[in-house]
């Protein structure tokens, strides 16, 4: 008996956890070490989780064991719901909030609930892929608009106007953003929120490392700058406070609700079916959001991650025909390859070359949604001994690749 996967599924992928990721297993099952930098996953690299984090876990130990209600605790969610108020987000309740299995449940959820076949979105190249793969899986069609890496990687929005169509429907914000490490200016912000106004679009805000922004630089919510529009703002406890495996993840329903009722019953079928998200996770967003100080510790100058950012990008930047813009928030460099220097024609096999010989496992521009075969993404969360050894072998590595010869 042939059992295949669902004609749904034909052009939906994660390739940060794909056939590159699939190699890096098998040699490490042959007994390779390898260093994995393909997720965002602090803990794995000693970023333990803040203390209040473990205290509270401890404190409601107990609560977390029965099923919560489907939207979540009532407390985490006024937790939540002061957070967004605190990000200048008005008229945000409880009732607004529902928490997730990580944001990566609640991107699946929105898509499903918002979209119909055939329906348009517009989603940033380079992107965080979930975004992609949820809208193609809800039936919607991805349409991507171009962030500008000679602008630092802010959005395009004369290519996001031109890709406005009558089918499309909302647009995909992801600031700060992964894999570019931008943050998006309160201009382009208001750029946006005009087209989605003229053209009665739905914004959805991804604002995962809102909490990981450096160099005095100010993130700012769009639902901040928009009370008129509605807009779905997605934020979680993972990447700020370390704890990407308690799957602690959070959407709020902002600004003018009055045209959503529909969809909201939608939401509220989708987030029942699941039955609740992880209660233990739940537990302790109260208490992580009251306490933000190991984030804002980590990157201030001498804090671990904003030296480690420091570093990998001089490094990276000095290696013959590699060229980044510096990413103000997150955990990610998104560095160019010169193509033509290496004889890049496939970006995906450039990475698994460089697995394949230095047991390195990044991820190639393709699993962003990028098209072009010239860019990798490099997560800069190992400590500083281990950061200056895979930057000694990418030199290694590049000093003698030509892919176009290995090809042959
Ligand atoms: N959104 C962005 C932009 C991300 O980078 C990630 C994870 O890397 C997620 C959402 C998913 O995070 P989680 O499901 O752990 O909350």
């Known amino acids: 008996m042939l059992i295949n996967k669902s004609k749904k599924l034909k052009n939906v992928r994660y390739d940060i ?3 590159v990721s699939d190699e890096a297993d098998k040699l490490e099952r042959e007994g390779v070490r390898i260093i994995r930098l393909n997720t965002g996953n602090p803990a794995a690299f000693g970023f333990g989780p803040p203390i209040t984090v473990l205290g509270s876990l401890a404190k409601y130990a107990d609560i977390s064991v029965p099923y919560s209600m489907s939207k979540g ?18 008229n945000v309740t409880p009732d607004d909030v529902y928490t997730g299995n990580g944001v990566s449940e609640l991107i699946q959820i929105s898509m499903q609930a918002f979209l119909n076949r055939g329906d348009e979105i517009l989603i940033p190249t380079p992107d965080y892929p979930l975004w992609t793969a949820a809208s193609i899986l809800a039936g919607g069609k991805a349409v ?50 005009e087209l989605a106004r003229e053209h009665e679009l739905a914004l959805f805000s991804d604002e995962i490392y809102d909490r990981l922004v450096m160099d005095d630089v100010k993130h700012i919510s769009v639902a901040s700058l928009a009370p008129d529009l509605f807009t779905v703002v997605f934020n979680g406890l993972s990447k700020s406070h370390h704890i990407c495996g308690y799957r602690a993840g959070w959407m709020t329903l902002c600004g003018n609700k009055s045209g959503a009722k529909g969809y909201i019953e939608g939401i509220n ?25 190991s984030a804002q510790l980590n990157i201030k100058p001498g804090g671990r991650l904003y030296e480690q950012r420091e570093f990998a990008f001089k490094e990276l930047t000095d290696i013959p025909g590699i060229t980044a813009v510096k990413p103000k928030a997150g955990l990610y460099i998104f560095p160019k390859l010169d193509t033509k220097m290496y004889g890049i024609i496939n970006d995906e096999n450039f990475v698994l070359d460089f697995l394949r010989e230095k047991h390195v496992l990044l991820t190639h521009g393709g699993s962003y949604n990028w098209k072009k075969p010239d860019h990798f993404r490099f997560v800069y969360l ?17 000093e003698n690749y030509n892919q176009k010869c290995r090809v042959k």
Not at 73 to 87: F, V
Not at 165 to 177: E, F, K
Not at 184 to 190: A, F, G, R, T, V
Request: glycine share 4%; proline share 5%; charged share 25%.
């Open 73 to 90: 605790l009532y407390k985490a969610r006024e937790a939540i719901a002061r957070y967004c108020i605190s990000q200048g987000i008005m």
């Open 382 to 398: 190992p400590c500083m001994d281990e950061l200056a050894e895979v930057m000694s072998r990418l030199r290694d590595f590049l």
């Open 17 to 19: 956890r794909g056939p």
């Open 144 to 193: 991507h608009y171009i962030c500008d890496e000679q602008s630092d990687w802010q959005p395009d929005i004369n290519d996001i106007k031109r890709k406005i169509t009558p089918r499309t429907r909302a647009i995909v914000i992801i600031s700060p953003n992964n894999p570019t490490g931008a943050v998006y200016s309160k201009d382009l912000l208001n750029n946006i929120i």
């Open 269 to 293: 079928t989708l987030a029942s079916l699941r039955l609740c998200s992880n209660v233990t996770g739940q537990s302790v967003i109260g208490a992580a959001l009251d306490d933000n100080s």
